[in-house]
């Protein structure tokens, strides 16, 4: 291996999803578009949430709250891909590149914590009816959003200072059109032994846990659903986790998969192409997820707009 030292080491290039400039106009288009409906969604989700006085129960403050951090995560890498784009630049500088993997591995993490609290929300709210206002309280949907934020915050700060001690050699292309940790490792010239077992012993504990935490919740439900006589009571209580299970779906879905396909394969394109599923894609449709089937927040979002329309 090449020495160097990562003092001297003052930018990286982030090779995108592709480096044909024909197809860089329709990227930006593309990505462009996604961004926009992305924020502009899941900030109608928010506002219709806030407005809406039938809304303020802990399912739709868990949404709210997730809705919040999809803004977060799309925002963390869109704009700096769109703006390489139209300057027909690649560089990220190295404090940017840190920065980047801090706040995606932050946000990440605390849609992986929220989606836990929402799959314990629908668990109470179907197997213990008759507690679940005792038991889903607004301080207790605070106290477990906060330590998941929390844990979170810490996560990413604790691979951002490990990348801290690398140092790098003279090839600084990322294959990706952000700054992602895995790639950014196989950058480094020096031992990164420690930061592949932190990377691996955090996604077993943050990702394999917590899904676990879902699957046992979603057992429980639908044992209890099971034992509901009439068919319209269980249609009812499975529509009620559908859009849930469609978001933990692709969510979980996309975020192993590029685990995987990092591993199993010596394309780091098609990587690339997969965290857009969860930083881009995801996060994108999740308003749409959470709204089209459900007659309360479509009801929501009609008011929302109308007195919008209204003040104008």
Do not use: W
């Not at 394309?267 to 996060?283: C, D, E, F, G, Q």
């Amino acid at each position: 291996m090449k020495s160097g030292n990562f003092s001297a080491t003052t930018e990286f290039l982030l090779l995108g999803l592709s480096e044909d400039p024909q197809l860089q106009p329709l990227l930006f288009c593309v990505f462009l578009s996604m961004y926009l409906v992305s924020v502009f969604g899941n900030l109608l989700i928010i506002l219709a949430i806030v407005y809406d006085s039938h809304l303020h129960t802990p399912m739709y403050f868990f949404l709210s709250n997730l809705s919040f951090v999809d803004i977060c995560l799309t925002s963390t890498t869109v704009p700096k891909m769109l703006v390489n784009i139209q300057t027909q630049s690649k560089s990220i500088s190295y404090t940017g590149c840190l920065t980047q993997i801090c706040f995606v591995l932050t946000f990440a993490g605390s849609e992986n914590g929220i989606l836990v609290m929402m799959a314990f929300d629908r668990f109470v709210a179907i197997c213990h009816p008759l507690r679940y206002k005792a038991i889903m309280n607004p301080k207790l949907c605070r106290l477990l959003v906060l330590p998941s934020f929390l844990i979170s915050v810490l996560d990413a700060l604790l691979h951002t200072l490990m990348a801290l001690r690398l140092s790098f050699c003279t090839d600084l292309e990322i294959p990706h059109f952000f700054c992602e940790l895995a790639h950014v490792l196989k950058l480094a010239c020096s031992d990164i032994l420690i930061n592949n077992i932190l990377v691996y012993l955090v996604t077993s504990l943050l990702g394999v846990v917590p899904l676990s935490g879902i699957i046992i919740s979603y057992t429980q439900i639908v044992s209890s659903v099971l034992k509901i006589p009439s068919a319209g009571g269980k249609y009812k209580a499975f529509s009620i986790c559908g859009s849930h299970l469609i978001v933990v779906s692709l969510f979980y879905g996309t975020g192993f998969g590029v685990y995987l396909s990092s591993a199993a394969t010596h394309s780091s394109r098609k990587s690339a192409i997969v965290s857009v599923m969860y930083t881009v894609v995801t996060p994108m449709m999740n308003p749409f997820i959470y709204s089209l089937r459900n007659k309360d927040m479509m009801g929501a979002l009609r008011k929302l707009i109308s007195r919008i329309s209204a003040s104008h």
